[in-house]
């Protein structure tokens, strides 16, 4: 299993479940990214940085940060997917044991 810091993206509920099980797992938190937070202008959320919307990833070499996918997901909606597929596209890691995506 990677070491890797892991940015956490989106900042609702299910980024919550999956920030604890991050945290309980023993895995680095280095920020979260979400676009709610980076307007109202939060430095912090739930103890860790708030790096900005999801274009602050950019500033991470992908081969030294691992995403995890913290936006959930309601029936019919693809927002979840094409978050997961926009950043797999770029070789950024989001590990399949945390990441589950329908297709």
């Known amino acids: 299993m990677s ?14 479940v ?20 980076a307007r109202q202008g939060t430095g912090v959320w739930r103890g860790v940085a708030t790096l900005g919307d999801d274009s602050a990833i950019h500033q991470y070499a992908p081969e030294l940060v691992e ?3 913290g ?19 770029k070789a950024i890691a989001l590990p399949p044991w945390y990441i589950r995506v329908r297709c």
Request: contains cysteine; proline residues 5%.
């Open 3 to 16: 070491q890797r810091p892991v940015i956490l993206l989106g900042a609702g509920g299910h980024a919550k």
């Open 18 to 37: 999956v920030m604890d099980l991050l945290m309980g797992s023993g895995r680095k938190v280095i920020g979260v990214c979400d676009p709610n937070l």
């Open 67 to 69: 995403l995890a996918n």
């Open 71 to 89: 936006m959930g997901s309601l029936p019919g909606s693809q927002s979840r997917k094409r978050l997961h597929l926009a950043f797999r596209n």
